[in-house]
C-alpha cells in the first residue's frame, strides 16, 4: 500500500480535480484506490456522488474501514465531513497534538486491502499538510504556470522537507503542472523556468487547460444538489491512443510515468523521463 499526498503551496491550483481523477484513473487499471480528502472544504465528495446530506467522514469516523464510502467510479473514499467552525478548530487542535494521527489510522487498515491511498489537502502550511506529509510514501506539488505558483516553490518544497526529515519510507516529491495554457507567452515561459530550476523534480508532463472542466464541475455540483452521482471531470482511457482531449491525452503518459515510478525496486525511482513539451 503506497501513500501519495497532493499538496500545493496555493490556492486554486485544481489540486483536489487532479487528485480525483488520478485515483479513477489508477482504479481504470484495475488498482485499488483508497482516497481521503483532508481539505476541510469537503468538495470531494461533489465528484463522488455523494449524498449532499450527509455529514459523515474523517472529522467524526476517523480512518477505519468503517468510514469507508463506496463510489460509482471504481475508487474507495472517506470524505473530510461536514461540521462547524467550532468542531474544525476543535479537530485541527487535536491534529496538531497528534501528528501522526492520518498515519496511524492508514497503517490500522489492512495493508492488502488497497494499492494506493490518495490525499487531498488545502493549500499552504497547515495542521492537514503535515499529517499528510507524515503518511505519504511521495508528495505531488500541484503548480500553476504562472509567477504566484513558481514564488510558492521553495517554502512548499522547504516544508515537505521538514516534515519527511528521517524518514526513509519516504521517496521523494515531485512537481506537476496542471492548467497548462496552449497558447500563452508567460506560461510557457514560466514552464521553463519551472523545468531550468527544477529539472531532477519535475514530472514530465503538463495537463493542459480543459475548458470542458469548468463545465463538469457545474454538473458535479448539481448532480450532488439533485443527490445523483456526479461524472468525475474527465472521462479517461486506459492509453493515450484515442484519447478525446489534450488533458486525456496528458493523464494517459501521466498514468504511464506514476506507474512506472511505483513500480520500480525502491517504490519510487528517484530518475525521471525526460520532459515532454
Known amino acids: 500500500m503506497q501513500v501519495i499526498a497532493f499538496i500545493s503551496g496555493k490556492g486554486g491550483v485544481g489540486k483536489t480535480t487532479l487528485a480525483v481523477n488520478v485515483a479513477v484513473a489508477l482504479a481504470q487499471r484495475k488498482k485499488r484506490i483508497l482516497l481521503i480528502d483532508l481539505d476541510p472544504q469537503n468538495a470531494q465528495r461533489l465528484h463522488l456522488g455523494m449524498n449532499p446530506e450527509e455529514i459523515a467522514g474523517l472529522t467524526r469516523e476517523g480512518i477505519s474501514h468503517t468510514s469507508i464510502f463506496d463510489s460509482p467510479f471504481g475508487i474507495q473514499f472517506i470524505p473530510f465531513g461536514r461540521i462547524s467552525e467550532a468542531e474544525q478548530e476543535d479537530f485541527e487542535a487535536e491534529l496538531k497534538k497528534h501528528p501522526?494521527?492520518?498515519?496511524?489510522?492508514?497503517?490500522?487498515?489492512?495493508?492488502?486491502?488497497?494499492?494506493?491511498?490518495?490525499?487531498d489537502t488545502p493549500p499552504g502550511p497547515t495542521a492537514y499538510l503535515q499529517q499528510a506529509l507524515a503518511a505519504a510514501n511521495r508528495a505531488l506539488v500541484v503548480v500553476l504556470a504562472d509567477a504566484a505558483s513558481y514564488a510558492t516553490i521553495p517554502k512548499i518544497t522547504s516544508l515537505v522537507e521538514q516534515y519527511t526529515a528521517g524518514r526513509t519510507d519516504f521517496f521523494g516529491v515531485n512537481l506537476l503542472i496542471n492548467q497548462m495554457p496552449i497558447h500563452n507567452k508567460l506560461g510557457h515561459q514560466v514552464r521553463s523556468s519551472l523545468y531550468a530550476n527544477y529539472a531532477e523534480l519535475m514530472v514530465p508532463i503538463a495537463v493542459h487547460k480543459d475548458p470542458r472542466c469548468r463545465r463538469h464541475l457545474a454538473l458535479s455540483d448539481l448532480c450532488s444538489i439533485m443527490n445523483r452521482a456526479a461524472r468525475p471531470v474527465w472521462t479517461f482511457k486506459a492509453w493515450p491512443i484515442g484519447c478525446s482531449t489534450a488533458s486525456n491525452n496528458d493523464f494517459a503518459v501521466f498514468e504511464i510515468w506514476f506507474l512506472a515510478q511505483t513500480s520500480s525496486s525502491s517504490l519510487f525511482s528517484r530518475s525521471f523521463l525526460p520532459a515532454i513539451t
Not at 501522526?100 to 490525499?119: C, E, H, K
Request: a negative charge; glycine letters at 4%; aromatic letters at 16%.
Open 100 to 119: 501522526t494521527w492520518v498515519s496511524d489510522g492508514i497503517n490500522a487498515l489492512n495493508a492488502d486491502s488497497f494499492d494506493f491511498v490518495v490525499l
